[in-house]
């Protein structure tokens, strides 16, 4: 199986920054698709940012221009660099695999909390 162990997360002021970081590791065959998920109080999870094996990078359009998805696939890494953070950015921020096998993984989550 695979862990993935996600770090980063904390209280920052609006339009401050913060950079999340998911680590993959066990027996991995093949990762296809790594990305981020946020989840607010109240409110459905949804997609923050995915990136293929190449590279190629989907945003959700409430955090395009201000976030960035990156990953080291020699580390079995993903990153997210969250820039000009808004107060609704507040929420729960999950790290998800999707691996060749197919078979689907997710980190135990990070606080990220924007005040005003």
């Known amino acids: 199986q695979v862990q993935l162990v996600e770090s980063g997360g904390g209280l920052v002021q609006a339009g401050g920054s913060l950079r999340l970081s ?3 590791s066990g027996s991995i065959f093949k990762i296809n698709v790594m990305g ?3 989840q607010a109080p109240g409110k459905q999870r949804e997609l923050v940012a995915t990136i293929t094996s ?3 990078t989907n945003y959700a ?3 395009k221009g201000r976030f960035t998805i990156s990953r080291d696939n020699a580390k079995n890494t993903v990153y997210l660099q ?3 953070l808004k107060p609704e950015d507040t929420a729960f921020y999950y790290c998800h695999v999707l691996t060749g096998w197919p078979r689907t993984y997710w980190g135990q ?3 990220v909390t ?3």
Do not use: H, L, P
Request: with cysteine; aromatic share 10%.
């Open 61 to 63: 359009d409430s955090v």
């Open 109 to 111: 989550g990070t606080q």
């Open 22 to 24: 998911c680590a993959a």
């Open 54 to 56: 190449s590279s190629n």
């Open 114 to 116: 924007v005040s005003s």
């Open 36 to 38: 981020w998920y946020r």
């Open 82 to 84: 969250m820039d000009s």
